[in-house]
């Protein structure tokens, strides 16, 4: 241990990790929202990535069930397969580090360098001690950036999934809308 570690540090002192740890933990939820939202798109089957059973953690095989429900739903031509590929496969290394940060142990707080560090919590290797990671604020708030870009990235590729609205659609729901609004208004004045 360095001199500059503290065990139990202050709150104030660690304040910005703990808001940046926060921020990575909603940025993974909403990628991973985004995720059951692509697999409802690619089925055209709402709540399909919802069922417990289709939630795949971000992995390789996971990856793999995601390209399979695109061939199976749009073909094996689909251009959105190589993208959504690397997407993910970016994504498991991000949930790899946002899994150590949860589920390892806050170890210590440098002073000096304002870096937490993190203890794995599992000994891979019995002859080796668990693994040991610092982080900066600024290095959990990147996580939470990056969790971020691969989710806008999902939803624009989501979005090409989906069926498009024809002109005829939007101008038949928008006389809808107006004459719903007619009555709505009428409704009020009588009341």
Same mark, same amino acid.
């Given at each position: ?76 031509? @689909? ?58 604020? @600024? ?53």
């Amino acid at each position: 241990m360095d001199r500059h570690d503290v065990g139990f540090p202050d709150g104030a002192e660690i304040a910005s990790h703990a808001v940046a740890f926060a921020r990575m933990m909603f940025a993974h939820a909403e990628f991973e929202r985004e995720v059951g939202s692509l697999q409802d798109a690619i089925t055209n089957i709402p709540g399909f990535g919802e069922q417990r059973d289709n939630q795949w953690s971000a992995s390789e095989s996971a990856t793999e069930k995601i390209i399979s429900l695109i061939v199976k739903y749009h073909g094996s031509d @689909s251009p959105q397969i190589e993208q959504i590929k690397n997407l993910l496969t970016d994504a498991a290394r991000l949930c790899r580090q946002r899994g150590f940060l949860a589920h390892g142990t806050w170890w210590c707080f440098n002073r000096r360098t304002s870096t937490i560090e993190i203890r794995g919590g599992i000994r891979w290797e019995p002859d080796l001690p668990p693994e040991n990671r610092s982080y900066t604020a @600024s290095d959990i708030e990147k996580l939470a950036d990056k969790f971020k870009d691969i989710e806008r990235e999902l939803y624009r590729i989501r979005r090409s999934f989906e069926p498009r609205v024809t002109e005829t659609e939007m101008r038949a729901a928008s006389c809808f809308l107006r004459r719903l609004e007619a009555r709505h208004i009428r409704w009020v004045e009588r009341r």
